[in-house]
């Protein structure tokens, strides 16, 4: 039951995904095994405005969005409350040269419920000391 973050949701779901792209095997491997994806409601808003702004720059139609979009809330997640995770993910953007409250709410959502954080973003990934399905080593806030 790994939580997904925003970047590989989007990298699955574009127009313009290649099936064989890192993220859409991660994804095919997680299904084939049954796995509860999980992650926090903010996902849906930050996939949809990735979408957005893929038509708006002529990425993709807008019809190819619209496809892309119902693939997005066609999907298996469990969606977590994210206000609840908030004040963890201060504390965390505070403690990793206050990086985006947003990002946070997904390692504080994985932290919280003990499982894997399964990303693309490398750098951040490695500031925090996670990256592709590792434990989340974050220590308490002091």
């Known amino acids: 039951m790994p939580v997904l973050d925003a970047s590989v949701v989007i990298d699955c779901i574009a127009p313009d995904v290649s099936l064989s792209s890192r993220a859409v095997r991660t994804l095919a491997r997680l299904a084939a095994e049954g796995a509860e994806l999980v992650a926090p409601a903010l996902l849906v808003e930050e996939c949809a405005n990735a979408l957005l702004t893929g038509i708006r720059k002529g990425r993709w139609s807008g019809a190819a969005g619209d496809q892309a979009y119902g693939f997005l809330v066609g999907l298996p997640l469990k969606l977590t409350d994210d206000a609840r995770?908030?004040?963890?993910?201060?504390?965390?953007?505070?403690?990793?040269?206050?990086?985006?409250?947003?990002?946070?709410?997904?390692?504080?959502?994985?932290?919280?419920?003990?499982?894997?954080?399964?990303?693309?973003?490398?750098?951040?990934?490695?500031?925090?000391?996670?990256?592709r399905g590792s434990r989340l080593p974050i220590p308490e806030a002091q």
């Not at 993910?89 to 399964?118: C, K, Q, T």
Request: hydrophobic letters at 45%; proline letters at 4%; aromatic letters at 12%.
């Open 85 to 131: 995770h908030v004040d963890r993910a201060w504390e965390l953007s505070r403690r990793f040269d206050n990086h985006p409250i947003y990002d946070m709410v997904y390692v504080a959502v994985a932290e919280a419920a003990g499982i894997d954080l399964i990303m693309q973003t490398k750098p951040f990934g490695r500031a925090c000391g996670i990256w």
